[in-house]
């Protein structure tokens, strides 16, 4: 009987080890995902629905990372947070939708274009990550 507890009590201790190390494995990504999205870059920011125009909004990626309150005017220049520049480029666009028939002669709705409204062009950093989005056409079957 005592083998039989020895075996049960040491399989949870290899069990919440195994965890432990999972969590220390996924605390160093989120680590260096926050690093990567924290550091700092110059660019230009461009409004595409107003010359001249700014936008004022609040941004939380991390709960690690405080909340960051940007007030941006199109043409100047800025250093923000890679993060914010991501967002900029890949979430500040709207689509337009669009009706078609199918094979079936069936009208089905799309979304025909994504048109961008601000840009963060990049002045000292390369990445293909952040580019405003390109999307022509995205079809729901």
């Known amino acids: ?5 020895t ?14 190390t999972a969590a220390a494995k996924i605390k160093t990504k989120l680590e260096a995902l926050i690093k990567k999205d924290t550091k700092m870059v110059k660019g ?6 107003i010359q001249g125009g700014n ?9 690690e990372v405080p909340v960051g309150n940007y007030d941006f005017t199109d043409g100047e220049v800025y250093t923000i947070p890679y993060m914010v520049a991501e967002h900029i ?6 689509p337009v939708h669009e009706y078609y ?6 009208t089905q709705s799309r979304i025909g274009s994504k048109i961008q409204r601000f840009s963060f062009v990049p ?6 990550d952040i580019e405003p989005s390109r999307i022509i056409t995205v079809e729901r079957v």
Do not use: G, I, W
């Open 89 to 94: 480029n890949t979430n500040c666009a709207y």
């Open 55 to 63: 936008v004022k909004f609040f941004f939380k990626k991390y709960k």
């Open 7 to 20: 075996k049960t009590e040491s399989a949870p201790k290899k069990e919440e080890s195994s965890k432990v």
């Open 123 to 128: 002045l000292d950093f390369v990445s293909e």
């Open 1 to 5: 009987m005592t083998t039989e507890l």
């Open 101 to 106: 028939r199918n094979d079936e002669n069936k």
């Open 44 to 49: 230009m920011f461009k409004n595409h629905e």
